[in-house]
């Protein structure tokens, strides 16, 4: 570390000078052997990448052993970049892993991730192939005698690592296993480890012995072996405690926060319900509410079944009080309870809920019937001891599946931590008392904010093809009936001090922004806008998403251009240099080799057979969605469309290339098979954009007020802030006054404000040859789809003009998008298809095509790039002779 900087606030300066970005590729035998249902995100491969890079040998300040510390949000997938960090170490050649953590319900939920195919949890790949080589995840009771192929883990708690070491039985480990063996600790809730670290001052000479000698015991495996690595994962650290903060500056490798972790739109939208109700009549509130969201779930086709958290302060005993007086509310249930709940709201998303009951024909009767079959006894599920049953643990840690019907959960505090669950939708707060004092919030406030935190974990869904079904997708459509399936409602009596704390609370964690940063906004279009032929006729031209089926190929060079391949046999040559010795001044140069070219088919078709077995790629029905008129494996190794004609050159001693033995054809086929997987997989994608464009009428594309909900604060500061408003005068700008701006107002980033700005200039010259000129900025109205690929793009503005005194009434529509400088190169992509789109665009036939042209332009901003932007847009509209 330099300049006084912790290891985090280095690796944040080197990040964003884009020094990370080559270690951000991530290893192909990470992603192949990691379970493709969960896509590494953004943070994760931030995550790893940073790692890659502590562990290379760029890195000039790398402590041994390495002792690092991934402090990442509740619910941000720690667990999976865990998974993917094993999948690294095993590449440097770690066989021995050692995960332990506080609790035994973490083990069993690890163990199911790591260990159990079945689960719908499970992190790993089928098969794991390193280097053409099956591998296997082994649990193990210690390392003596293991498969050093495998990836062998031994599964513990704190604890009992100690009690095992220190009181061995048969099978057990020993301080003798950690001699002369590289091992990898794996830390998971690691806070807990730092009992010692935190508290030593505080502690009693028999505390501090207990925790030194489990502390110790962790330390003493640890640092046996400088080749080791320890590796901590956790949520909560305490950095404001200075001994914690000490101890970890030079150990944090990567931090991801509940406020990043929201702001990137993985978690949901937390919303605090307060009312005058009484406990069991917040709890059917939170009932009607879970119903109603499995009915908006089920009109979409939506896989779902929403669960209530019915949270106790203090003893299981109120905890069973409360489950039996809401089972036996749910039993004596009737439409007047309904009813009441309806008369307690007045507007919010419960009168929405009431409005969908009532137009899908939803009467209070058949809601009664319902409430109290889905709600019933059996599906209701008390969690309140570390003894409860195997079966009941498996039961609350397989909410999200299909086969489990559980609605409700009751608790004191067993699901605090190491809880995975994406349903929780609704939180209700059994008890009415406060624990803040002075200001600071006490220990309840502060476990019901992380309670929150862990259940405004996202529920996947998607709708379009083109979103992301891990991310919220209505922050700027909060009016959307599907919007309620993105929020959390916690229920609590109506205490506006208790409310102000929780709320207090819940920023403080990052999981809520500040009232103040909400905002709801609003665009029309303009009345006069409306009344004009343009609003009426115009058409805005788009182009779709389709799957790319690739119809078109009929042999392997229709996919792979280049089909000759080469091979360099191993020729057992050793060669000695100095260290400060030129080879050509030893006149020691590289001995000649001699090449010989084959037909792949020349090899026997067994061992091509053989060697293509090993790689996972050419199973047939893999092989099919390349070369859909593929009629067999056979006619793939042997057919002249295939790999019959395939070439490769071979290069080695002439002796050897002439006489070759059926290992060196093995290696041969093998190399050419890896290199020829990698070059179709890379030669074409699953989807493309089409090159035809449709036209939508622009009164129907765009249609109604747009009303979103936005977060100010990000980093761009004139993001939310109207034009109007800005006190910016720069940017200033009144657009009711600019018939040519379709919308009322401007919300958008500074570099869209300094565009529109532009554009106003531009305007006197513009009028001289066209009419009809309108400035559409796209409120998610719209999606461009790459052609190479299908990538899914919003442009941010569209521009629509007519052409003067022509013939043929010549149309121009122009895609523009402004972009701040540090997404210039991340979105350099979008730049690219943007001036693809004149050259390569059709109308499809239903439009005279010849009195159409679509046109994208190069990126708008204001500092850097504003000049190539306005020679492209002047050359486009012909605006300089």
């Keep these: 570390m330099s300049n006084g900087q912790t290891l985090v606030e280095e690796l944040n300066s080197i990040s964003r000078r884009g020094f990370l970005n080559q270690y951000k590729k991530i290893p192909g035998f990470v992603l192949k052997n990691l379970n493709q249902k969960f896509l590494m995100r953004e943070y994760q491969t931030e995550g790893l990448a940073r790692l890659v890079y502590y562990l290379s040998g760029d890195n000039t300040d790398k402590k041994e052993p390495v002792h690092l510390l991934f402090h990442m949000a509740t619910g941000s997938g720690k667990t999976f970049l865990m998974a993917s960090n094993i999948l690294y170490l095993y590449s440097l050649?770690?066989?021995?892993?050692?995960?332990?953590?506080?609790?035994?319900?973490?083990?069993?939920?690890?163990?199911?991730?790591?260990?159990?195919?079945?689960?719908?949890?499970?992190?790993?790949?089928?098969?794991?192939?390193?280097?053409?080589?099956?591998?296997?995840?082994?649990?193990?009771?210690?390392?003596?005698?293991?498969?050093?192929?495998n990836i062998n883990i031994l599964f513990t708690t704190i604890q009992g690592l100690h009690s095992r070491i220190w009181t061995p039985q048969e099978n057990s480990i020993t301080l003798e296993d950690f001699k002369n063996k590289r091992i990898a600790f794996l830390s998971d809730e690691a806070h807990h480890i730092n009992a010692l670290t935190k508290n030593f001052d505080k502690m009693s000479?028999?505390?501090?012995?207990?925790?030194?000698?489990?502390?110790?015991?962790?330390?003493?495996?640890?640092?046996?072996?400088?080749?080791?690595?320890?590796?901590?994962?956790?949520?909560?650290?305490?950095?404001?405690?200075?001994?914690?903060?000490?101890?970890?500056?030079?150990?944090?490798?990567?931090?991801?926060?509940?406020?990043?972790?929201?702001?990137?739109?993985?978690?949901?939208?937390?919303?605090?319900?307060?009312?005058?109700?009484?406990?069991?009549?917040?709890?059917?509130?939170?009932?009607?509410?879970?119903?109603?969201?499995?009915?908006?779930?089920?009109?979409?086709k939506i896989q779902l079944k929403p669960v209530i958290l019915i949270k106790a302060q203090k003893t299981i005993a109120q905890s069973e009080e409360a489950e039996k007086n809401f089972k036996e509310m749910i039993k004596k249930l009737t439409a007047s309870d309904i009813k009441k709940i309806k008369r307690s709201n007045t507007n919010g998303i419960i009168t929405k809920a009431f409005t969908f009951f009532e137009e899908s024909g939803v009467t209070y009767e058949n809601l009664?019937?319902?409430?109290?079959?889905?709600?019933?006894?059996?599906?209701?599920?008390?969690?309140?001891?570390?003894?409860?049953?195997?079966?009941?643990?498996?039961?609350?840690?397989?909410?999200?599946?299909?086969h489990n019907e559980i609605r409700v959960i009751f608790t004191v505090n067993m699901l605090n931590e190491g809880w995975d669950v994406l349903n929780l939708f609704d939180i209700v707060r059994l008890y009415e008392t406060r624990d803040t004092r002075h200001g600071k919030a006490g220990k309840t406030t502060v476990s019901e904010a992380q309670l929150i935190g862990r259940g405004a974990r996202y529920y996947p869904f998607v709708l379009d093809k083109d979103d992301d079904k891990f991310k919220r997708k209505y922050d700027e459509d909060v009016k959307n009936e599907l919007r309620v399936l993105e929020e959390l409602h916690y229920h609590s009596l109506n205490d506006s001090r208790y409310i102000a704390e929780i709320k207090a609370e819940l920023v403080k964690s990052g999981i809520a922004p500040p009232d103040d940063k909400?905002?709801?906004?609003?665009?029309?279009?303009?009345?006069?806008?409306?009344?004009?032929?343009?609003?009426?006729?115009?058409?805005?031209?788009?182009?779709?998403?389709?799957?790319?089926?690739?119809?078109?190929?009929?042999?392997?060079?229709?996919?792979?251009?280049?089909?000759?391949?080469?091979?360099?046999?191993?020729?057992?040559?050793?060669?000695?240099?100095?260290?400060?010795?030129?080879?050509a001044q030893n006149g020691r140069q590289e001995q000649a080799l001699d090449k010989r070219t084959i037909k792949f088919n020349e090899i026997e078709r067994h061992i091509n057979r053989k060697a293509l077995d090993k790689i996972n790629f050419y199973r047939f029905s893999n092989l099919k969605k390349y070369f859909p008129s593929m009629k067999s494996i056979e006619?793939?190794?042997?057919?002249?469309?295939?790999?019959?004609?395939?070439?490769?050159?071979?290069?080695?001693?002439?002796?050897?290339?002439?006489?070759?033995?059926?290992?060196?054809?093995y290696e041969i086929s093998l190399g050419v098979f890896k290199e020829l997987a990698e070059k179709i997989e890379n030669s074409?994608?699953?989807?493309?954009?089409?090159?035809?464009?449709?036209?939508?009428?622009?009164?129907?594309?765009?249609?109604?007020?747009?009303?979103?909900?936005?977060?100010?604060?990000?980093?761009?500061?004139?993001?939310?802030?109207?034009?109007?408003?800005?006190?910016?005068?720069?940017?200033?700008?009144?657009?009711?006054?600019?018939?040519?701006?379709?919308?009322?107002?401007?919300?958008?980033?500074?570099?869209?404000?300094?565009?529109?700005?532009?554009?106003?200039?531009?305007?006197?010259?513009?009028?001289?040859k066209y009419s009809d000129i309108y400035l559409l900025r796209n409120e998610r109205i719209f999606k461009l789809y790459r052609f190479s690929d299908g990538r899914a793009f919003e442009p941010d503005f569209v521009l629509f003009l007519t052409e003067k005194g022509t013939q043929k009434d010549m149309s121009l529509q122009l895609f523009i998008e402004p972009k701040g400088q540090h997404l210039l190169k991340t979105d350099q992509w979008k730049e690219d298809f943007l001036k693809e789109i004149e050259s390569q665009f059709t109308i499809v036939t239903l439009f005279e095509s010849e009195k159409y042209r679509l046109i994208g332009l190069p990126f708008y901003n204001e500092s850097l790039k504003k000049q190539e932007f306005k020679e492209s847009f002047e050359s486009a509209l012909v605006l300089k002779e």
């Design 93 to 149: 050649g770690f066989r021995n892993f050692i995960f332990f953590v506080n609790s035994t319900t973490i083990i069993k939920k690890t163990k199911a991730n790591f260990l159990d195919k079945s689960s719908p949890k499970y992190l790993f790949s089928e098969q794991l192939m390193f280097d053409d080589k099956e591998v296997f995840i082994q649990e193990v009771d210690n390392f003596e005698g293991v498969n050093q192929d």
């Design 205 to 300: 000479k028999e505390e501090r012995e207990e925790s030194t000698s489990w502390e110790n015991t962790v330390n003493k495996t640890f640092l046996s072996d400088n080749r080791n690595i320890m590796l901590e994962y956790t949520a909560t650290i305490d950095l404001e405690n200075s001994a914690i903060r000490k101890k970890y500056e030079d150990k944090i490798i990567y931090q991801y926060t509940l406020k990043e972790f929201r702001e990137d739109k993985y978690s949901k939208d937390v919303e605090i319900m307060q009312s005058d109700l009484s406990i069991m009549e917040r709890a059917l509130q939170a009932v009607i509410l879970s119903q109603y969201r499995r009915k908006i779930a089920e009109k979409y």
């Design 368 to 402: 009664v019937r319902e409430i109290k079959e889905d709600f019933s006894e059996e599906k209701c599920l008390s969690v309140n001891s570390k003894a409860d049953s195997e079966e009941k643990q498996i039961k609350v840690n397989t909410l999200e599946a299909e």
């Design 518 to 583: 909400r905002k709801q906004i609003t665009v029309s279009v303009k009345d006069e806008i409306k009344k004009s032929r343009f609003w009426k006729n115009g058409l805005l031209f788009i182009n779709e998403q389709k799957k790319n089926n690739r119809d078109k190929v009929k042999q392997m060079k229709d996919l792979v251009s280049q089909t000759i391949f080469q091979h360099k046999l191993k020729i057992g040559k050793t060669v000695e240099t100095a260290v400060f010795e030129e080879e």
């Design 635 to 665: 006619e793939f190794l042997t057919s002249g469309s295939y790999l019959g004609e395939v070439e490769v050159e071979i290069y080695g001693l002439r002796e050897r290339i002439d006489s070759l033995n059926n290992h060196d054809k």
């Design 684 to 768: 074409t994608t699953e989807y493309i954009g089409t090159k035809e464009f449709k036209g939508y009428n622009i009164c129907k594309i765009v249609g109604s007020p747009k009303s979103s909900e936005i977060l100010l604060g990000g980093d761009d500061k004139e993001f939310g802030i109207a034009m109007s408003e800005t006190t910016k005068d720069d940017l200033r700008l009144n657009l009711k006054d600019f018939d040519w701006y379709m919308y009322d107002e401007n919300y958008g980033t500074s570099e869209e404000k300094y565009f529109v700005h532009f554009f106003r200039h531009a305007m006197e010259e513009i009028k001289k």
